[in-house]
């Protein structure tokens, strides 16, 4: 049954999945494994608030930069062990299916600083990730984030679409086989 399970995530992950799959809630969630099996999706897409967040060198970012693409969403903190743990296999998605249809997007939130939030990239060899900060952790107030890892999905409009609480790989066979029928192999 395992090797079965696995021949269909490789099949997905290759062939790149049908994008009409993004709309098949349950195609979708036969592709959770492991860690994965902690991603909800919702019944009806969220809306999310647009929140300006700070970006290295004092500029400026915005969810709305990232519209069209779908987003792996990710809210940390430096002093969050689970979050540092999975750090790494977010850097790996991003840089093996980062695209123009897909981007893995991470925002320190919480007590902590900018340097500190460098720092981490630096030690932990993070090098495909951006470095945004949520300054008083507005936009993860209005998202409801009460712990630390949440992970969520924003569609290419910018809504949530699933949910993920703690951390997981994200950069296992299940995870790329859900990114991939999300996006239709972009």
Known sequence: MRLVRSI??????????????????ATLESLREGGMKKLVFHDQPRDVPDAVLSAPEGAQASLADYRGKWVVLNFWAPWCPPCRAEMPSLDRLQAEMGSDGFAVVTVSTGPGSRAKDRRLFQELGITALPRLRD??????????VMGLPVTVILDPEGREVARMLGDAEWDSDSAKAIVAALTGGA
């Open 8 to 25: 269909v995530l490789y099949t997905a992950l290759c062939l790149g999945a049908n994008a009409a799959l993004a709309a098949d809630t």
């Open 135 to 144: 300054e008083g952790s507005m936009l993860a107030r209005q998202m409801g």
